[in-house]
């Protein structure tokens, strides 16, 4: 190993541990500190070095040694401590030797980003734990059932096609379904954790993140009873509704990433004009009320097992119009699926894109057309549910928005 490439092996542990140490310095930990945790990852690389040329077993005696060094200075602290002082240190100790050691064999942008990792995780106990302990038995559930898709079902389904038009593949399907139900666990997840603090741009943010649809509907019906609230429901709107555009540009790129090119510019001026909607509003509205987290419900299974019927419906429907019908028809698949769901039609456009079925010039357009008709949709329960205040900002805003989508359909270049 040339000489720069090992002393920038050396200096990377030696700055990992120094991370380390110094967060376990802060939080007062008496078995290891500042100087502790650079000496461990130190003795990782050269121990990585030495079983280059000796062998194996030096990384392993030098793991043993660690394993006994943290023992035995924890044998005092056990007897005179009256609680149980836990084994958080303990484990990083021994985990910051490994990545000590795998600095100089592996990647070292992956040992840089575990480190960093180590350190955010001891440093924000207090948080972790205040999360675990907001996470009611519905929210354990749906994070098991998260876990139980994405981890158990996915890899056992089969990475083939299969059906008319062959666009029926059971492995993509479900990891569509992993995706959206992730996002929407995400969103859930968040909104408990800020909890109380969280006030209405956190609402907006986290209701896009979960549904834009369910926000509109909920609080809509808030300003029947309230209607001092309509300012404030109408910037949780507008938000959600603008956290729409930034889901779809995420979705297009976990399934399609070169599609991104023709689809994140126009996509980018609708959100920042409903953006900047938004920022008028909360400039009119930042003290009036808090967000409201009740009636918001974790993802579930059903929720897994619907998007992923739905999604195969619409990539059905795109495929049958497109060979029957030519591209015009394709429009009127995205206005159908769209008025509830916007995720259906941008996976499975992002799907055909990527495949080479629709080139992106069309394929952005139909997610476009998709979005607008869901703005329609969203538009009409909000004039229906709300009262009249909530009616003429949402109508206004979302107006304008249309008028600006048809404008880019029809103007933009390719």
């Known amino acids: 190993m040339p000489l720069s490439e090992l002393l920038a092996g050396l200096g990377i542990a030696l700055g990992l541990g120094l991370i380390v140490g110094i967060q376990r310095e802060s939080a007062s930990s008496d078995l290891a500190g500042v100087r502790t945790f650079p000496l461990v990852t130190l003795l990782g690389a050269v121990s990585a070095l030495l079983a280059q040329a000796a062998g194996g077993w030096v990384l392993a005696a030098g793991l043993v040694g660690v394993a006994a060094a943290t023992a035995m200075g924890n044998v005092a602290r056990l007897r005179s401590s009256e609680s149980d002082p836990g084994m958080t240190t303990e484990v990083a100790l ?77 492995r993509e399907m479900w990891l569509m379904a992993v995706l959206i139900v992730g996002l929407s666990l995400a969103g859930y997840i968040a909104l408990k954790f800020f909890g109380e603090r969280a006030g209405i741009v956190a609402g907006g943010l986290l209701g896009g993140l979960i549904s834009s649809t369910a926000t509109t509907v909920s609080w809509s019906r808030i300003t029947r009873d309230q209607p001092q609230a309509s300012r404030a429901a109408a910037l949780v709107i507008v938000i959600a509704s603008t956290v729409v555009y930034g889901r779809v540009l995420v979705e297009i790129g ?158 933009w270049p390719g």
């Open 94 to 170: 021994l985990l910051m030797y490994a990545l000590g050691a795998y600095v100089m064999d592996g990647n070292r942008a992956v040992a840089v980003v575990l480190g960093g990792t180590v350190a955010v995780l001891l440093h924000f106990k207090a948080e972790l734990h205040g999360l675990v302990s907001r996470l009611g038995g519905a929210e354990l559930r749906a994070i098991m059932q998260f876990v139980l898709l994405a981890l158990v079902v996915l890899p056992v389904l089969p990475d083939a096609t299969f059906g008319p038009y062959s666009v029926f593949n059971p």
């Open 254 to 411: 976990a399934v399609a990433r070169p599609f991104l090119s023709a689809a994140a510019p126009p996509i980018a001026v609708l959100a920042a004009g409903m953006a900047a909607s938004a920022l008028w509003l909360w400039l009119r509205t930042r003290d009036e009320a808090a967000a409201r987290t009740d009636g918001q419900q974790p993802a579930s299974l059903k929720t897994a097992f619907s998007f992923a019927a739905l999604y195969v419906v619409v990539l059905l429907a795109v495929a049958f119009v497109n060979e029957r019908v030519g591209t015009r028809g394709l429009y009127v698949v995205s206005v159908v699926s769209g008025l509830t769901d916007v995720d259906a039609i941008t996976l499975s456009v992002a799907r055909l894109v990527g495949s080479g079925q629709i080139d992106g010039s069309q394929g952005w357009r139909l997610v476009v057309v998709g979005v607008l008709s869901n703005l329609v949709f969203k538009g009409a329960m909000a004039a229906a549910l709300g009262d009249a205040r909530l009616r003429r900002f949402v109508v206004v805003i979302f107006g304008l928005q249309v008028l600006v989508g048809a404008g880019l359909l029809v103007l």
